[in-house]
T-cell receptor, first 113, second 114 residues
Framework: GEDVEQSLFLSVREGDSSVINCTYTDSSSTYLYWYKQEPGAGLQLLTYIFSNMDMKQDQRLTVLLNKKDKHLSLRIADTQTGDSAIYFCAEIPMNTGFQKLVFGTGTRLLVSP | EPEVTQTPSHQVTQMGQEVILRCVPISNHLYFYWYRQILGQKVEFLVSFYNNEISEKSEIFDDQFSVERPDGSNFTLKIRSTKLEDSAMYFC????????????FGSGTRLTVV
């Protein structure tokens, strides 16, 4: 199947770290992505990781990949109120010939002051 | 930074009417997509388009739906006879090389069928 699962909700205080988790199904996926959706807005590509990497750091964002467990996480350091949004992980399974992006269920991050 | 442009941002239509949602992908991109997101739900794949033809479509993309790239810049999604359950946010996306760079999404068209 193509189910990508995420926890639905995460609440943190400003300045804390946030960790958003995702499990995916296709172990052959080459790239895994994190998208951010602010209220009423489109989907913004935040970062992505190639499947031969364990970790990728990009300023406040750290992506960890555990291929054995098919587990992906996004850590946001020093979380700000502007980080409040829905975060989607996504994969492009190898069995999709034309590279269809499959999204997770989305995690709503709420950052309180 | 190049962006994908969608118009209109919000469309209200009566059940049974035809709607056309418009998108201008990034100019050097080759792969084009439509996705939809019913309020509070997952982002669902509708259709992919490459080399001037549909390359893949989902079960949602039935005979009521069609896509066109009429003039080499616009990419449209038409719904022939809208139903209440078509109410959703529709996202257009384009990509130069999806596995390498992911997609760039437009800001979406919110379709409300009444």
């Amino acid at each position: 199947g193509e189910d990508v699962e995420q926890s639905l909700f995460l609440s943190v205080r400003e300045g804390d770290s946030s960790v958003i988790n995702c499990t995916y199904t296709d172990s052959s996926s080459t790239y895994l992505y994190w998208y951010k959706q602010e209220p009423g807005a489109g989907l913004q590509l935040l970062t992505y990781i190639f499947s031969n990497m364990d970790m990728k750091q990009d300023q406040r964002l750290t992506v960890l990949l555990n291929k054995k467990d098919k587990h992906l996480s996004l850590r946001i350091a020093d979380t700000q109120t502007g980080d409040s949004a829905i975060y989607f992980c996504a994969e492009i399974p190898m069995n999709t010939g034309f590279q269809k992006l499959v999204f997770g269920t989305g995690t709503r991050l709420l950052v309180s002051p | 930074e190049p962006e994908v442009t969608q118009t209109p941002s919000h469309q209200v239509t009566q059940m049974g009417q035809e709607v056309i949602l418009r998108c201008v992908p990034i100019s050097n991109h080759l792969y084009f997509y439509w996705y939809r997101q019913i309020l509070g739900q997952k982002v669902e794949f509708l259709v992919s388009f490459y080399n001037n033809e549909i390359s893949e479509k989902s079960e949602i993309f039935d005979d009521q739906f069609s896509v066109e790239r009429p003039d080499g810049s616009n990419f449209t999604l038409k719904i022939r006879s809208t139903k209440l359950e078509d109410s959703a946010m529709y996202f257009c996306a384009s990509s130069e090389a999806p596995r390498n760079y992911g997609y760039t999404f437009g800001s979406g068209t919110r379709l409300t069928v009444v």
